[in-house]
């Protein structure tokens, strides 16, 4: 290296320190408040005749939020920092001007940055390790969960960095760099919700909620981070990130050298990022606006109405933005062509030229139904052994299974519109086919007009077993049944002899097998509540309603059925 590159190096260094240093010490002042301090602050107030250790079971739990908070937008500071030169005219002609090539430039202000990143954490983390082992308390973490603090932190503020390296050679302006990379950050996950939330207003049955599942979320670092109290970064997720980072670093060098230095002061630092920018913008506006009159509105008119009203308010924002002026109308013919492409493409949707509407299974390929309201047990049936009341279910009887294939067909060839303010079940219905297939459609299902599908399935002796706790074999036994009043709430009746609880359970189990269909759907009247304990310490509770003969036959016999109702 020549000593005239030399000195500019050490220039630019010398310079970074005494503009952007303080973000160091905000860094390594953050993190001591967020990690040592609230161990100082246990060890102080700790008091040995009481034992109140502090119950952390990692050290993402001392101060989960603040800690988010700190990964998240630390990086965009710094990213920020150290690239505010493009951003500013004077300073990009000057920089530009001095006698060091483009990419060794940009590689020592990202190797600056991220010292401003690394050099905090590994103070805080020997700070925290020294705390642990020096102050005398049965600490619930240790040495090894610092360093994975460490090492994961550093992980996810590098990937973030990077991003925002990407983003600022991108853009021209400090505030858009800042806005943008705080977008990019949730882009993937954002874009996502917003397709499979509209989807259902264009294709019949869809289940967004099916595809709007946690693991989606898991795409926006920032709530990946704050989700390490439970779930740890995988070797292989850390190696994904670690190669994203490498990825946009090498991007940005790769731009970079490309950067025109007048686009310093613009909002797009590349002319042919600007169309896409402002398309961009405007479908996820008509993504919105569609999505949200599509939940308040009633009918096609107020939907249309807000992929218009939102597409256009967001195409004229973008062009502001862009064009740095308000005078954009002249743009109209742009908006045109956004319009007459979205019109395509949502026609060509709902057309549904691959019959994923129509779709139902033939009887003979299906070898269990599941019908229920909600996807997540469909994800984990595990989930429903555990319901007190299970009206989420596997079926397997041919009868069942003919029931709820009738039913989806109905569904399929009627499409009702539910009314807002009708009676309205949600029904998900899903096949599990005997090649491994398997399907899901989730319905809004107007009560009134699909009762007798209601009543052929919720009404059998499968689902009715299946449903109730108390009519499947195998359940823990009850110790104890706890009657309350209807009116105050307060235990009136309580059952402890073994003998009772067998009569007593043998009259529930009789009006559970003949409880009609509506009371399962909400149709009941509370006359009082019944709770049951368990012998392994489970708790579950069923209603006293105007369905319970035998029951209220059985407290009658015994002179107790007035209490329940004084």
């Not at 001591?32 to 050290?59: E, F, H, R, T």
């Not at 991007?251 to 025109?260: A, C, K, V």
């Not at 104890?480 to 009746?493: A, H």
Request: charged share 15%.
């Amino acid at each position: 290296m020549s000593a005239k590159r030399l000195s500019a190096n050490r220039a630019m260094w010398t310079q970074n320190v005494r503009q952007i240093g303080w973000i160091a010490i905000i860094h390594l002042l953050l993190w001591l408040a967020a990690i040592v301090l609230p161990i100082g602050l246990s060890y102080s107030q700790y008091d040995p005749k009481v034992g109140n250790v502090p119950q952390w079971k990692n050290v993402y739990y001392i101060s989960n939020g603040f800690e988010t908070l700190i990964a998240w937008l630390v990086p965009i500071l710094a990213a920020a920092g150290v690239v505010r030169y493009m951003h500013e005219k004077r300073s990009a002609d000057f920089i530009h001007s001095l006698p060091i090539r483009r990419t060794e430039l940009l590689v020592g202000q990202m190797v600056f940055g991220w010292l401003m990143l690394v050099g905090p954490l590994v103070v805080a983390a020997i700070a925290a390790i020294g705390c642990l082992l020096g102050l005398d308390l049965p600490w619930p973490i240790g040495a090894s969960d610092v360093w994975r603090w460490f090492g994961e932190t550093l992980v996810v503020e590098t990937v973030i960095f990077a991003l925002g390296i990407v983003v600022g050679v991108l853009v021209g302006q400090s505030v858009i760099h800042v806005v943008l990379t705080n977008i990019a950050l949730f882009f993937p996950t954002g874009i996502m919700v917003l397709l499979f939330s509209n989807m259902p207003l264009w294709l019949y049955g869809f289940p967004d909620g099916y595809y709007l599942s946690e693991k989606l979320m898991d795409w926006a670092l920032p709530i990946r981070y704050a989700m390490l109290t439970d779930q740890a970064m995988s070797a292989g997720e850390i190696g994904m990130l670690l190669l994203l980072s490498l990825l946009f670093f090498s991007l940005s060098i790769w731009l970079y050298e490309r950067r025109p230095t007048e686009a310093a002061g613009q909002a797009l630092a590349f002319t042919v990022l600007r169309p896409l920018f402002v398309y961009g913008v405007a479908f996820c506006m008509c993504l919105t606006g569609g999505f949200y009159f599509g939940q308040v509105g009633d009918g096609w008119g107020w939907t249309i109405f807000g992929y218009v009203a939102f597409s256009f308010v967001g195409y004229v924002i973008a062009q502001m933005v862009v064009m740095k002026t308000w005078r954009v109308f002249h743009k109209w013919k742009g908006y045109v062509a956004f319009a007459a492409a979205m019109t395509v493409l949502f026609l060509a949707v709902r057309l549904d030229p691959i019959g994923y509407v129509s779709r139902v299974p033939e009887l003979a390929d299906i070898e269990k139904v599941y019908f229920g309201q909600s996807v997540m047990n469909w994800q984990s049936p595990n989930m429903m052994e555990r319901e007190f009341e299970a009206f989420d279910q596997f079926l397997h009887t041919k009868d069942n299974i003919k029931a709820v294939r009738a039913l989806h067909a109905q569904l399929v060839h009627d499409q009702p519109i539910p009314s807002r303010f009708g009676n309205i079940q949600p029904i998900v219905i899903g096949y599990v086919l005997k090649d491994g297939t398997r399907l899901i459609r989730r319905y809004q299902v107007p009560i009134e007009a699909y009762m007798p599908y209601f009543q052929r399935i919720m009404g059998s002796k499968e689902y009715k077993q299946q449903y109730y706790l108390l009519l499947r074999p195998g359940y823990s036994p009850i110790r104890q049944v706890t009657i309350r009043n209807v009116e105050t709430g307060r235990p009136v009746v309580v059952l402890a002899d073994p003998k009772e609880i067998e009569s007593f359970l043998e009259a529930i189990k009789q009006d559970l097998w003949q409880k009609p269909v509506e009371s399962l759907l909400g149709g009941q009247v509370w006359n009082g509540e019944i709770e049951f304990l368990q012998s392994d310490g489970d708790q579950f509770s069923l209603p006293i309603d105007q369905y319970s003969s035998h029951v209220r036959n059985w407290l009658e016999d015994r002179r107790l059925w007035e209490k329940i109702q004084k």
